[in-house]
């Protein structure tokens, strides 16, 4: 790689601080913030099988700041409160990992715009996402995948621009070669530039054995959601019995399979571990009293607003954090225990919170920097982050546009 590239790729002299070193600042400026903001709480009832702030309740208490070692505290604390969630990723993860060991194969613009919009297409839909939107869900109280007929409309809206998106840009390249946005990249042959963009191993029996295992494991998580209330662990079970069976249909002898369970749960370490640290500032604005406060003053600057303007509002506040934590697990445990109530206080359906955080969090990992798995496909594939942003901003905005216009219509719809 020249000089050249490599000043493209990372600008001298700066490296954006790392996600986990953001979080920590947060959760300190939340301790500072103890001692600031005005303590207080809102009432709370039982609606049914979850907790409901009562508007109007709010009410100032005695200030109650964060000590120097409790801000410390905060992250094993946070990490013990999250663990629930945590352990269903690191399984999730595992499994995964067994059932990525028996199969497949990759390879660049076009065709790593096909496998990674794709992926965000799916990501974006997130019906049945146990990452995201199972997370949001478990806080909100929602019952878990609840919604997913109205996402899956949504979703073929956003496969459906995504596919004439990338095929629009192929006709184009396939006509006139030299109007690649990586066509230098590929004559110094630093991108794998062919007219073949995909290269699939030879479809086994095996492999058609773990797809319909891993699909059948799919459909019965769905009947245990729907019919059983199955939630974290028994979904968390469920995918250990799938990566087991996956491995043994694949032909992995039973050391190999739990080589690639760990291997899986090494690959999602970065994601769970931020649950606790993203847990962590909620565990320091509840022991300051303060994390009331902030919602209602969030909520009074929301209250001249139209429902729909404010679920815009909650849409654009999820794409600025997730900038800062692009981790969709993390930015769930940092923004739903607000993002909720915020909900309850403007009488928006909760789902509607979710959806803005979904969609917040999803899109735009497809070209923020701090996307790590966005960064390691681009590093992967040898196409600079600067082409990419240039091929996919205008597929951005269009997803952008799409959820707004599904927040709204969640919105007046009361989708819930």
């Known amino acids: 790689m020249d000089k050249e590239e490599k000043t493209e790729q990372r600008p001298a002299g700066f490296r954006f601080p790392h996600t986990y070193a953001i979080l920590f600042s947060v959760v300190i400026i939340a301790a500072a913030l103890s001692y600031v903001i005005p303590a207080g709480e809102f009432e709370r009832v039982e609606v049914g099988d979850r907790t409901e702030v009562v508007p109007g309740s709010y009410t100032g208490v005695e200030q109650s700041p964060v000590s120097f070692f409790e801000l410390f505290k905060a992250i094993p604390t946070g990490l013990i409160d999250g663990a ?57 109280e929602l019952t878990i995948f609840s919604g997913w007929q109205f996402r899956g409309v949504v979703y073929l809206f956003v496969l459906g621009i995504a596919i004439l998106y990338v095929m629009h840009y192929a006709k184009k390249v396939k006509r006139k070669p030299e109007s690649s946005l ?56 469920n995918f250990f019995v799938i990566g087991l069976i996956a ?28 649950v606790g640290f993203a847990r962590a500032i909620v565990v320091v604005l509840e022991s300051g009293v303060i994390i009331d406060s902030v919602i209602n003053g969030m909520s009074s600057v929301l209250d001249f607003l139209p429902p729909s303007i404010t679920a815009l509002g909650m849409l654009v506040i999820q794409v600025v954090i997730n900038f800062f934590i692009p981790s969709g697990s993390g930015q769930a445990m940092t923004t739903m225990p607000i993002m909720t109530p915020i909900a309850d206080l403007q009488e928006i359906p ?37 082409k990419w942003v240039r091929f996919v901003w205008k597929l951005t905005l269009m997803w952008l546009i799409i959820a707004a216009a599904a927040l709204v219509a969640a919105t007046m719809l009361g989708i819930s």
């Open 247 to 274: 491995g043994l249909v694949g032909g992995m002898k039973i050391n190999d399979i739990f080589d690639a369970f760990i291997d899986g749960m090494k690959l999602v370490v970065y994601g769970a571990i931020i």
């Open 350 to 386: 909760r789902q509607v919170a979710v959806l803005a955080y979904q969609y917040g969090d999803a899109i735009t990992n497809t070209i923020i920097p701090t996307s790590a798995s966005l960064m390691g496909v681009l590093a992967v594939s040898g196409i600079p982050y600067i």
């Open 84 to 140: 629930n969630i945590i352990f269903y990723i690191f399984l999730v993860g595992g499994a995964f990992g067994i059932v990525l060991a028996t199969a497949l194969g990759y390879d660049a613009m076009v065709g790593t715009a096909m496998v990674t919009l794709g992926a965000a297409s799916g990501f974006i839909g997130g019906m049945l996402n146990p990452f995201t939107v199972g997370i949001a869900q478990e806080i909100a």
């Open 182 to 237: 990586v066509y230098e990249e590929a004559q110094k042959g630093h991108v794998n530039f062919t007219d073949d963009v995909m290269n699939f191993d030879e479809l086994k029996k095996r492999h058609i054995m773990i797809l319909i295992t891993f699909a059948a494991g799919i459909i019965i998580n769905i009947y245990g959601i729907f019919q059983h209330g199955w939630f974290l662990t028994e979904l968390s079970a």
